[in-house]
């Protein structure tokens, strides 16, 4: 099975620190996503990466960038945080293509809730 | 942007029973992909069904099975026999052949399972 980490599950930080979401996953997939969930707002796409070194603004990539340095690592990083940040953050991976078994299927990491005080 | 509305912000089932689940999308595109996924209280979202928009014949895993309209613009995740363990938040998905390998999320449909 793809297995997608995240490596911090709760964390807490102050108005202005930075933060690195780090997210790993296990299947070669070329394909990663950061997405922001809110209560009423559903996922809203922050940024993905479709290469190494590539990377794609999503919906609401303001205020946060990403770094994807080796294939299996997709890092979210909010360079100066602030209480609208507070919120739920998903990593996912998928690959593309056709035929291929589980192609065009997004699996999920377990989340970050990141509470910004 | 495409656009995935999910109607229903709560629902509830009593156990055992049918429930029927919402969505509609808008989109200009002939091909694309339709999912839907659970995301159980505080545990990790996970795919439960999927359509591709070519078939015509509706997808179905187990107690799962969706009703698939395309000229609608209509998805409706159809759970059977609910159980206790399918009380989750529920998120419908598109996805594009053609802007890039994004998915559009609606907004989510809570399901309490009653028992």
């Known amino acids: 099975d793809v297995k997608v980490t995240q490596s911090s599950r709760y964390l807490v930080k102050r108005t202005g620190e930075k933060v690195f979401l780090e997210c790993v996953q296990d299947m070669d997939h070329e394909n990663m996503f950061w997405y922001r969930q809110d209560p009423g707002l559903g996922l809203r796409l922050i940024y993905f990466s479709y290469d190494v070194k590539m990377k794609e603004k999503g919906d609401i990539p303001e205020g946060y960038s990403v770094s994807r340095e080796k294939k299996e690592r997709f890092s979210l990083i909010l360079e100066s945080a602030s209480t609208n940040q507070t919120s739920m953050y998903l990593c996912?991976?998928?690959?593309?293509?056709?035929?291929?078994?589980?192609?065009?299927?997004?699996?999920f990491g377990a989340g970050s809730r990141l509470t910004v005080l | 942007a495409q656009t995935v509305t999910q109607s229903q912000p709560e629902m509830s089932v009593q156990e055992a029973e049918t429930v029927t689940l919402s969505c509609t999308y808008d989109?200009?595109?002939?091909?694309?992909?339709l999912f839907w996924y659970k995301q159980p209280p505080s545990r990790q979202m996970i795919l439960v069904i999927r359509?591709?928009?070519?078939?015509?014949q509706n997808a179905t895993e187990n107690r799962f099975s969706v009703n698939f309209q395309k000229a609608a613009k209509s998805f409706s995740l159809k759970i059977s026999d609910s159980q206790l363990g399918d009380a989750a938040m529920y998120f419908c998905?598109?996805?594009?052949?053609?802007?890039?390998?994004?998915?559009?999320f609606g907004t989510g449909t809570s399901l309490t399972v009653i028992p």
């Open positions: 989109t200009s595109e002939s091909d694309y992909y």
């Open positions: 998905a598109y996805r594009s052949p053609n802007t890039g390998n994004q998915f559009y």
């Open positions: 996912a991976s998928g690959t593309p293509g056709q035929g291929v078994p589980g192609a065009n299927v997004l699996t």
């Open positions: 359509q591709e928009a070519y078939k015509q």
